[in-house]
């Protein structure tokens, strides 16, 4: 690679729409809208659509893993 190549890296993203975050936890976005509605999962709403911080999804499955008997 010479000098007139550049790498461009993609800043991390801090939150993900619904499909994202759906895709995220391996779920459809009918659920995430079903998990908001009953306020299990909390969206930003500082844009036009709302967006699920990464941080907030990581809070969600924190709070609802509980341990399973086998």
Same mark, same amino acid.
């Given at each position: 690679? +010479? @000098?007139?190549?550049? *790498?461009?890296? /993609? ?8 499909? +994202? @975050?759906?895709?995220? *936890?391996?779920? /459809? ?11 299990l ?5 500082a ?24």
């Open positions: 690679m +010479d @000098a007139s190549e550049e *790498i461009r890296v /993609s800043p991390p993203k801090l939150a993900l729409t619904r499909t +994202d @975050a759906a895709k995220a *936890i391996g779920q /459809s976005a009918v659920t995430i809208d079903r998990l908001t509605k009953r306020g999962l909390r969206p930003s709403r844009t036009r659509r709302p967006v699920y911080p990464i941080w907030e999804i990581e809070r969600f499955l924190r709070e609802t893993t509980g341990s399973v008997e086998l």
